[in-house]
């Protein structure tokens, strides 16, 4: 195949994963579909940091490196232009509902040599002020519940086009100040976790006509340890997240170039099973036990969507001859596409001074119902670079995630502010 036909097959496959429906016949709709939202310990830790692909939809697995790259993808770093960045991104976080949570990010990376790169990040997620209380409305105390996240990753080429990428991560999420509720003692959680990144780059490709830089990404983030903040509480997972994505730069002309990106995004948790309250006991009606260990439950996220129950004229749910319950034909793979979120950016650059972006991420209606469109800019001025970016919700309902705006701050350390891509294959330095 050649490498035309490469990126249009990647490009195509990815669109059709997302937009795929059942077999022809099951008559299955959306509309079938029931609200089963999946959650997580610490979602903080999915949060998108920054402001270059917050104003790009969220799609960042497969965009150039830069000093946010350890959160997207580690592995890009391998083919980072500039030696070092750091950068600093603050996020005041649903201001719909309050004025007093916001999410900081530090992070950065510096270059070793060619072939091997080494980044860090720190993660502060401010929940504000909150009064807890008794049964009776009795104010016990204020506290200023957080939670923060430390990283380290490390970088390396396996050949001049491929790179690997891991991370190991350290969370602590304090929500309750060791507060004593109906006698348990509640206890901060913690976790330590891993992400695993690979990417291929390709600075000569062509797409039609156009020339330019192509990505392919791909990422496996949070795997790690149940959190619980009790001993009497179950653990819950963190939120593990498979991330697959593409982008394609078009160098226009001298001054001009276009990015476009598209992420494929799907959590790695276990589906909540199908429960209903039948002859005085909580009876699973469909699906798979949830209560299950974490390479266990990355696995069983594939295949473990409960569907619809199937009912009666009369409105009862139907039995099969063994007992279990009868699931309407089709529903549980839609339930299982419902799960994948769709990420699209663009961005564009004028004599590498000034960006303009925008995207739209995707979430389904029944997993959640994120669905908002993002806005952008970006300015550069010899070392330093400042990223803005705002996102309208697009869901139906008025959302807590509405009118977020982002901003982050950059500075390339080596001095050198020119170029947003990698360096070309040639270039090599070897160790």
């Known amino acids: 195949m050649t490498k035309k036909g490469i990126f249009g097959f990647s490009f195509s496959f990815l669109t059709l994963v997302v937009w795929a ?37 969220d799609a960042g697995t497969a965009l150039s490196a830069d000093g946010n790259s350890i959160y997207w993808n580690t592995s890009i770093l391998s083919f980072a232009k500039q030696k070092s960045e750091l950068s600093l ?13 916001h999410l900081s990010y530090l992070s950065g990376y510096y270059k070793i040599n060619n072939k091997h790169a080494v980044a ?107 959190i619980a903040y009790s001993e009497l509480q179950s653990r819950d997972f963190l939120p593990m997240n498979l991330k697959i994505g593409n982008s394609f730069k078009a160098e226009l002309d001298k001054y001009n170039s276009l990015l476009f990106a598209i992420d494929v995004q799907k959590l790695l948790v276990p589906t909540p099973p199908n429960y209903e ?11 798979k036990n949830n209560d299950v260990g974490v390479i266990s439950g990355m696995l069983q996220s594939f295949y473990d969507a409960p569907g619809v129950i199937a009912k009666d004229e009369n409105g009862d749910y139907i039995q099969n001859a063994d007992g279990s319950y009868e699931v309407v034909k089709g529903t549980k793979l839609k339930e299982e596409l419902a799960e994948i979120n769709l990420a699209t950016g663009l961005e564009y650059w004028y004599n590498n001074v000034l960006a303009v972006r925008t ?31 705002y996102l309208a919700s697009v869901s139906g309902r008025q959302s807590p995630l509405a009118n977020t705006l982002r901003f982050t701050l950059r500075l390339n350390l080596d001095g050198d502010g020119s170029g947003n891509s990698a360096p070309k294959s040639s270039d090599s330095n070897n160790l």
């Open 21 to 57: 429906q059942p077999t022809t016949g099951s008559g299955v709709s959306d509309n079938d579909l029931q609200l089963n939202t999946i959650t997580t310990a610490v979602p903080f830790m999915a949060i998108t940091p920054d402001s270059r692909a917050g104003g790009m939809g």
């Open 120 to 226: 860090g990040a720190l993660r502060y997620f401010s929940l504000g002020e909150i009064t807890f209380t008794d049964a009776s409305g009795n104010v016990i105390r204020d506290d200023k519940p957080s939670e923060f996240e430390l990283t380290g990753g490390y970088a390396f080429k396996l050949s001049e086009r491929l790179s690997l990428g891991l991370n190991g991560k350290f969370a602590y999420s304090n929500l309750t100040g060791g507060l004593t509720v109906a006698g348990v003692n509640t206890k901060p959680g913690v976790a330590g976790a891993a992400d695993i990144s690979f990417s291929y780059f390709n600075d000569d490709a062509k797409i039609g006509g156009l020339r330019g830089a192509y990505t392919f990404a791909t990422t496996i983030n949070n795997i790690g340890n149940k």
């Open 359 to 389: 995207g739209f991420f995707y979430e389904h209606r029944t997993k959640g119902n994120r669905q908002y469109l993002n806005f952008g800019v970006g300015f550069k001025y010899n070392m330093f670079g400042i990223d803005i970016s």
């Open 277 to 287: 309250f039948i002859g005085g006991e909580f009876v699973m009606l469909s699906g």
């Open 89 to 101: 991104s603050y996020t005041p976080w649903l201001r719909q509902l309050t004025n007093d949570i």
